[in-house]
């Protein structure tokens, strides 16, 4: 092949490991596409950035990026990255997961590697369900929403993972659909450089095991649901972000503030008690 | 060489500073908390890191990505937080990541005594996690094995990329003795890939079935699952795969149970009754063999040092010989050990003497049950 014939993004995938599972009409495709683009636009160094992922179908994401990735189990991808970013602060740490992986098992250290400021990026593929055991019930399911496990409609309020995220400590905070692919791309990059505890959620289909138990049958059907919903917010109050069936969808960039990291913070007192010698007796 | 008098925990955490351990994640649990502390006060002055995680799952997923970051880590716990550390540990066995996993025992079920001394957690670290894996477990008897052994068990994790467990008890973790802090175990380092990255296949290995894993940002852009994986570490979900990938992990580790496996032996030579015992109670079971003897009973004692894998061969030899009568097996539980000793005691009569209630035997209990079993 010649090199002009090459994709430009070639070295970003794993091409041996293609054709990926993903369902006709699933938005993971344009989410990882949006995030080979953004490593691009970003300027980072290939070789430092580390993917991280948990258990499902956004869980696949780590084996089809060619950089260092990782595929642990379910729920902690998160504590995982965080023992890689505190070892090596050089790394750039990426968790690329989906909803169930991170808010449901994963919830509890979610909120604690925002809490604490960890420097990494958490992306969220959001398809309101458990894909790929089959369509149940997950933690941002909509009210009412069908799925194998709420035959009747889900009767439990879902997080809203923006005003989750910010309440949590995140330092950047944005949501998208699919949709926005172009500015997912830019998101994605910007976060990428951001220092501290970044999260983006990103709104994508699931005909499979989604759309059709709620009038969505095909990708497109839900990707027609955002251009008719989602509002472009920037700023907006996270508390108004909610997910609704029937109302808007808010989108954009909701945090971007400073605050030190955890390993920042940890740097200083190691010089501290080096050089002031506290904590001997 | 330093002599400090300082508690199994204490030792056990100046073993893995030893040892070359700068990253200690963790959630305090009792009877375990002191190595957690003890860490927090010197790992910063080492440059490493300490973390107090959210809960034990977090704890040992953080030392596997520390680990593949390429520092050695470690975490500490007792029985419950063992039970919550199990499936990540599984996770350390199939993506071959060293660490260690340090274990003060205490009662269980459930809550059970959470200051009080048990062994009840032998079958779990041999069997606690889900699917087929052979585990490397160490069992100090003392502090200063708290501190030498905590030393080996980084050696070995990372010389068999794969996590290493050290089970101790309550009643070890807790007494303080003279500990000397020396520097004659030769520390190990594990293997960095020689080969060209073009090449480079992560889960590829020579004869020894340990692979040589890149740290990560090393320029290898490696993909490490849990799935079941070829040697590119690319899941491959099928029988073929499972079973090759299945064998190798038990075959690094069992092909070399001569060179794990070490035990110590007192009074074995003419013994007509061996006591089989490791960490706390093997110090009660030697003063109890000791008074068989003075009392003409030949009786001798087994130590386990390394209890997984299991000295089958020690015990099979030993229960060969013609002059041994029968085997006692102490321990602060209703029987686990004591299952792996009858299956090795090519028929001989094998006593299991329980002990309930977080305190460790009396010598009197274990010298009855010696006495007992030469008189029938």
Known sequence: MKAEDKHPLTDYVREDRMPHIWCSGCGLGTAMSSFVEAVKKAKLEADNLVIVSGIGCAGRVAGYLNFDSYHTTHGRAIPFALGLKLANPKLKVVVFSGDGDLFAIGGNHFIHAARRNIDMLVICVNNFNYGMTGGQVGPTTPLEARTTTTPYGNIEHPFNLPYLACASGAVYVARWTVLDARRLTNSIAEALNKKGFSFIEILAPCPTTYGKRNKLPTGLDELELYKKHAILKHGADTKEADIVIGKSIITGKFIDIEKPTFSEIYAEMVHKIKSAKIGEE | ?376
């Not at chain 2, 973390?51 to 007792?78: F, H, V, Y």
């Not at chain 2, 008890?169 to 960095?192: A, Q, Y």
Request: proline share 5%; hydrophobic share 40%.
């Open chain 2, 1 to 376: 060489m330093v002599e400090r008098f300082i508690s199994g925990n204490v030792a056990c955490a100046e073993g893995a500073l030893k040892a070359g351990c700068r990253f200690f994640a963790g959630y305090p649990i009792t009877p375990s908390t002191e190595i957690a502390e003890h860490m927090a006060l010197e790992l910063p002055k080492y440059d490493g890191i300490f973390i107090q995680m959210e809960d034990e799952l977090a704890s040992m997923a953080a030392i596997l990505g520390a680990s593949a970051a390429g520092t050695k880590s470690m975490t500490a716990t007792s029985g419950p937080g063992f039970s919550l550390m199990m499936e990540n540990l599984g996770l350390g066995i199939m993506m071959e990541l060293p660490c260690v996993l340090v274990n003060i025992q205490r009662a269980g079920p459930s809550t059970g005594l959470p200051t009080l001394a048990a062994q009840g957690d032998m079958m779990q670290a041999r069997w606690g996690s889900h699917g087929s894996y052979e585990i490397i477990a160490l069992t100090p008897s003392s502090p200063q094995e708290l501190y030498d052994l905590t030393i080996r068990a980084f050696n070995l994790a990372e010389e068999y990329s794969t996590p290493v467990l050290v089970m101790s008890d309550e009643i070890v973790g807790h007494m303080c003795e003279r500990v000397s802090l020396h520097s004659e175990i030769e520390i190990k380092n594990r293997k960095i890939p020689s080969r060209p990255k073009a090449k480079y296949r992560v889960y590829e290995t020579g004869e020894d079935l340990i692979p040589t894993i890149p740290n990560a940002g090393t320029g290898y852009r490696i993909h490490l699952t849990g799935l079941t994986h070829d040697e590119r570490g690319y899941p491959a979900i099928n029988a073929e795969t499972q079973e090759r990938l299945v064998k190798r992990l038990n075959d690094k580790i069992t092909k070399n149970a001569a060179s794990l496996v070490r035990v110590e032996q007192l009074f074995t030579e003419d013994a007509e009754v061996i006591v089989v015992a490791y960490g706390i109670t093997a110090r009660i079971a030697a003063a109890a063999v000791r008074e068989a003897r003075s009392n003409n009973i030949k009786a001798g004692l087994l130590r386990l040092i390394t209890v997984w894998p299991f000295p089958d061969s020690v015990l099979k030899e030993l229960a060969s010989r013609e002059k041994l009568r029968s085997l006692i097996v102490p321990e602060l539980n209703y029987g686990q050990i004591y299952y792996e000793v009858e299956r090795c005691s090519r028929g001989k009569s094998t006593t299991l003497v329980p002990k309930m209630g977080g305190e460790a035997h009396t010598c009197n209990e274990i010298y009855s049950a010696i006495k007992k079993s030469v008189s029938k």
